[in-house]
């Protein structure tokens, strides 16, 4: 029990900003290559789909490039133990940049990616561990954290899939569907991140990712089982279901 109590003193807001740091600093990197050498070799408007991913990945880094710049001023000064970050604008710029992780370009490296999101989970744990000392339900605090780790694997990155007779409209819902998961993620990390993540198990956030996960998936079945995703969409609806049942018998709702 002391190690709980003491547990925010124990964890600086420093540590949980660089993680983010390091977030931001593997895949942006990791993105860059990839559109310098697509650009190198010509690739970058090979066709249609190779063009609109340049585009969106390039504004993604734009965007988290900008928000780190001018709206982040607190975050830079609290990986020195000098402030607070400002967690709301700082989830934001995660997700952001998150956007252009969501697409698969020419050059990609999925290893890369992985680690970097690794510093953003290993952010959110901290972050959980630092927030335990003051919730009122430590039990939905950590399950929502695991819900919300799981439902982020759930989100499709968009492939190319020509082979399909429908390409051009399962690129659209591919793009639309990955935009709507990311965006829902991110609100759900804002709530974490500003301690209102004990109950994460909205209902607008799952329907989507139920619904849009299962149009992904039968609609590029031919093409390729997206397996990962399959996996990961089948355990953020137990998660859910269970979840719910759960919060319901300890008398929470969302």
Not at 54 to 79: D, E
Not at 136 to 157: C, D, E, Q
Not at 160 to 165: F, M
Request: aromatic content about 14%.
């Amino acid at each position: 029990m002391i190690i709980l109590k003491n547990s925010k003193a124990k964890i600086p807001h420093a540590v949980i900003s660089w993680f983010f740091l390091l977030y931001f600093a593997i895949l942006f990197a990791e993105r860059l290559q990839s559109l310098i050498r697509a650009a190198a070799a010509n690739q970058f408007f090979m066709d249609t789909f190779e063009g609109i991913a340049g585009v969106i990945v390039s504004l993604s880094l734009l965007s988290a490039v900008v928000l780190l710049a001018f709206f982040n001023k607190a975050f830079w000064k609290s990986l020195t133990g000098k402030a607070e970050p400002d967690y709301a604008m700082l989830t934001v710029t995660s997700g952001a940049i998150l956007v252009s992780g969501m697409i698969h370009t020419e050059y990609t490296v999925p290893g890369i990616q992985f680690a970097s999101y690794g510093m953003l989970i290993v952010a959110m744990i901290l972050r959980a561990v630092q927030l335990m000392p003051e919730s009122k339900n430590r039990f939905g605090l950590w399950y929502s954290l695991i819900y919300l780790t799981v439902f982020s694997m759930a989100i499709p990155v968009v492939y190319k899939h020509y082979s399909l007779p429908n390409a051009a409209l399962f690129h659209v819902i591919e793009y639309c569907v990955m935009l709507a998961l990311v965006f829902s993620f991110t609100l759900m990390l804002r709530r974490l991140f500003l301690g209102r993540g004990e109950n994460l198990l909205l209902w607008i956030p799952f329907a989507i990712m139920a619904v849009g996960d299962a149009v992904v998936l039968w609609m590029g079945w031919t093409a390729e089982v997206n397996t990962f995703v399959l996996i990961f969409a089948a355990l953020s609806v137990v998660l859910f279901i269970v979840g719910k049942i759960i919060l319901a018998v300890r008398g929470q709702r969302s």
